[in-house]
């Protein structure tokens, strides 16, 4: 078990959220030694005042530059720990549950390195979060996920799915245990990604190099942010990462093919009187309708 962990949190106008979450970390280590690092990613609000009155904690100022550069600027601070876990300012933990994430990270049941670990998320309500995912797929950009059926659908929405530790495709980045050696392997959190899709890249690359992506519902999280939704501008960065991903990952045919189911599925949203989609799907098929924050690399060849 790592003797020593990282814990990075990226703080956006969000301090006194971020507080809170630190107050419930004693009791989350259950006795593991840490140190605690909050990147604040050019807050405009008095995070920084409140973040400069917790004790023991390294308080990184940076710019905007999205999630991922502010876990890497966080990762950076770091001192000499063999694990590092990502934690959203929004969640509460329970008791426990980040001792128990690292403590799962090396040697898994079936031999296979456990480089990433994640927890049971439950919403604010107490409701289990789908917070478990699939590899993104053709067939599971045709928006037919409510069917359940696994082929068509990225969610893993089985209640069974959620009862027992086992390895998974990749898991909802609000809270990630990551081994030092794993990070290390993988290397930086892909800045490309302003916001969303950053964790399934990180999941993916790390499963590429032989190690495990591990789901403990032991460890256990509440994510009060988590049922709130996303703007239009967010909804937006989520489709087209999406896509990006997968070109990256799959090449331009199938990246081209795609790119053509989700333009789709937005625009049959935006028939339906939704707003957000019909954005998404103009920025899909026109880069000057895209925000500067999603046309960070290109989502295909032009």
Request: proline share 5%; glycine share 10%; aromatic share 6%.
């Given at each position: ?66 999630y ?41 049941p ?87 899709s950053?964790?399934?890249?990180y ?37 087209l ?19 053509g ?37 290109s989502?295909?060849?032009?």
């Amino acid at each position: 078990m790592p003797a020593r962990v990282g814990l990075v949190v990226v703080n956006y106008n969000s301090a006194h959220l971020t507080r809170a979450l630190l107050d419930g970390v004693p009791a989350a280590l259950a006795g593991l030694e840490a140190e605690v690092v909050v990147v604040d990613n050019g807050s405009q609000d008095d995070s920084l005042e409140v973040l400069a009155t917790l004790t023991g904690v390294t308080v990184v100022p940076s710019t905007n530059e999205g999630y991922a550069a502010g876990l890497n600027r966080g990762i950076a601070a770091l001192e000499r720990v063999d694990a590092y876990v990502a934690l959203n300012p929004d969640l509460r933990l329970a008791p426990g549950s980040l001792r128990r994430l690292v403590e799962r990270l090396g040697e898994g049941p079936d031999g296979a390195r456990v480089g990433i670990t994640a927890p049971l998320v439950r919403d604010a309500d107490g409701s289990t979060s789908w917070s478990l995912r699939r590899d993104p797929s053709l067939l599971r950009s045709c928006g037919l996920g409510s069917t359940g059926r696994p082929a068509l659908s990225e969610y893993v929405r089985d209640p069974q799915a959620y009862s027992h530790a086992h390895a998974v495709d990749w898991a909802l980045g609000a809270c990630l245990a990551v081994s030092w050696e794993c990070a290390q392997d993988i290397g930086p959190w892909d800045e490309s990604y302003f916001l969303y899709s950053e964790e399934t890249d990180y999941c993916m690359r790390a499963r590429d190099l032989g190690w495990q992506v591990w789901f403990d519902p032991a460890a256990e999280v509440i994510h009060e942010g988590g049922g709130s939704g996303v703007s239009d501008a967010l909804h937006e960065m989520q489709v087209l990462n999406r896509v990006r991903l997968v070109r990256r990952r799959r090449g331009t045919a199938y990246g081209w093919a795609y790119l053509g189911a989700s333009t789709a599925q937005e625009l049959w949203w935006a028939a339906k009187g939704n707003r957000r989609n019909r954005r998404a799907a103009l920025a899909l098929v026109v880069p000057s309708r895209r925000s500067a924050k999603s046309s960070r690399g290109s989502v295909l060849p032009q």
